[in-house]
């Protein structure tokens, strides 16, 4: 829990591309945001002494958050589907072009996973699972526009 609350400070001063760039045609970022997208997410968590493999693993659990919250949240309060998918496109394409496929790069994804779908499928309740991700999204990613609606 201590090492999760030094990430989130790590983060606190660390605002990327806000999901609220989502275009209004529902389109997908082009390949100038991702790169953008990727190269300051690498930046700002390198000058903050993450270890490649640390910034991976990060990456890979926001991944995995952003997608359940697409998936399982909706049911408990709204989500802003194209937002949500708009950032969602933004962390799979820094990972692709950052870590790309390999033994390594699918290690630190499967741990990583791994760890994060035991958290989500040991929780009691998976509406206050989705609360808990929605406030450390809010105040680690900047994800308060993938809840306001258009």
Known sequence: MTKLIAVAALFVAF???????????????????????AFN?????????LSDREIASQLASAIFWSEKMQL?????????ARRARFDYLLRQGTWQM???????????????????????N????????????????????SWGPLFEQD
């Open 15 to 37: 605002i990327l591309i806000v999901p609220a760039n989502a275009r209004d045609d529902g389109s997908e970022p082009s390949e100038g945001e991702i790169t953008e997208y």
């Open 41 to 49: 997410y690498m930046k700002t968590l390198s000058g903050q002494k």
């Open 72 to 80: 399982v949240c909706p049911m408990y309060f709204n989500v802003n």
């Open 98 to 120: 950052m870590f790309g496929v390999g033994k390594t790069a699918t290690s630190i994804l499967n741990e990583a996973v791994t760890k994060r779908n035991g958290e989500y």
């Open 122 to 141: 040991n929780s009691v309740s998976k509406k206050e699972w989705c609360e808990g991700v929605k406030e450390f999204g809010i105040k680690v990613f």
